[in-house]
């Protein structure tokens, strides 16, 4: 799986994009203690940034469902490297759930999906009270996290000056005007230099509401509008689940309804919970919606990580860092261009 090239040494490293996958970078790269200047288009608050949209849902093991094996491997990596330098990361686990009508589909989940255990209606209940008599049983993946990415990513931006490196917002810099090893990592914009890459939207709904209380995310499973609740504290929830293969912006009627009825047929008190948001991000993606790390003589891509963003940029980071400090290479992730 792993290769040897020539390493890189310690050249000062540029880092173009400032969201997940870019901040991941930044930070793993000042720490090792290059000189490091990470540059974002963006404003402080990364309004233009797809990560601002995503639902930081850091688990492996229920994307298996759908997700190829390296996605499993690398998101297992990623979770250590969370825990590592961001120990306050809830991991609280997650929960999949689903109504009896749609009982194929959830034991098609449990069997395409590993590190779980079942829970009964009271093994449920007790993990969530407010589900109580909702569901007659579930899913639990206890190993796996959450992260609030408008929270985190200031954080990781604060990390990185910490240990040393420069965030520079508002800058629109191009990779020829820059010097030492440059990291390309800006998702769809990049399509000038990887034409393949492709936008998929992901459509997502902030509501509040006093009358729910979880603790951990909830994925319902249903054959046609799959949703995830996350909690978000201060009684606030992100609905979310859309992968639609569109570049527009904004989010749909039709997912509006079909987030706002999955959220209802989960608990009825969210039928008057506020709504405080609508919005949606264009994720990059691969024809094969698999992360790739393109290796120049001193040009790095990372992009594509897809609905991944949040649960891979961590072990992404560990990979490039690997390859420039010891020229190692992962086949299955990287290639030479």
Not at 94 to 111: G, T
Not at 304 to 321: C, D, K, S
Request: charged residues 25%; negative net charge; aromatic residues 8%.
């Amino acid at each position: 799986m792993y290769q040897k090239s020539d390493p890189r040494g310690d050249s000062p490293v540029s880092i173009i994009g400032a969201g997940i996958a870019g901040a991941w970078q930044a930070l793993l790269f000042a720490q090792a203690g290059h000189a490091v200047t990470l540059y974002e288009r963006s404003d402080a608050d990364m309004t233009l940034s797809t990560s601002r949209w995503a639902g930081g849902m850091l688990a492996p093991y229920c994307e298996a469902e759908t997700s190829e094996p390296v996605i499993g491997r690398l998101g297992i990596r990623s979770l250590d490297l969370w825990r590592e330098l961001f120990p306050n990361t809830p991991f609280n686990g997650s929960l999949v759930v689903a109504h009896a009508r749609d009982r194929a589909d959830f034991e098609r989940f449990a069997k395409l999906t590993t590190g779980h255990v079942r829970l009964d209606a009271q093994g449920l209940s007790d993990l969530e009270p407010s589900l109580d008599g909702r569901f007659r049983d579930g899913l639990f993946y206890a190993d796996e996290g959450h992260v609030e990415p408008r929270k985190v990513l200031p954080e990781l931006h604060a990390r990185i000056e910490a240990a040393g490196g420069t965030v520079k917002f508002d800058c629109d810099a191009k990779a020829e005007d820059l010097d030492g090893i440059v990291i390309d990592c800006r998702g769809l914009s990049a399509r000038d230099e990887q034409p393949e890459l492709r936008g998929v939207k992901g459509e997502m709904i902030i509501v509040e509401t006093s009358e729910v209380e979880l603790s951990r995310p909830v994925r319902l499973i249903h054959p046609r509008w799959p949703l995830y609740v996350i909690p978000r504290g201060d009684n606030k929830f992100m609905l979310g689940a859309t992968s639609i293969e569109a570049e527009d912006t904004g989010v749909s009627v039709r997912s509006a309804l079909e987030l706002l009825g999955a959220a209802y047929s989960v608990h009825p008190a969210f039928a008057e919970a506020r709504i405080v948001e609508f919005g949606s991000g264009l994720r990059p993606a691969f024809p094969d919606n698999l992360p790739r790390i393109m290796v120049g003589k001193n040009r790095i891509a990372v992009n594509g990580l897809y609905r991944h963003g949040f649960l891979l940029a961590p072990a992404l980071a560990e990979l490039t860092l690997n390859y420039v400090q010891r020229g190692a290479i992962d086949n299955e992730v990287m290639r030479c261009v």
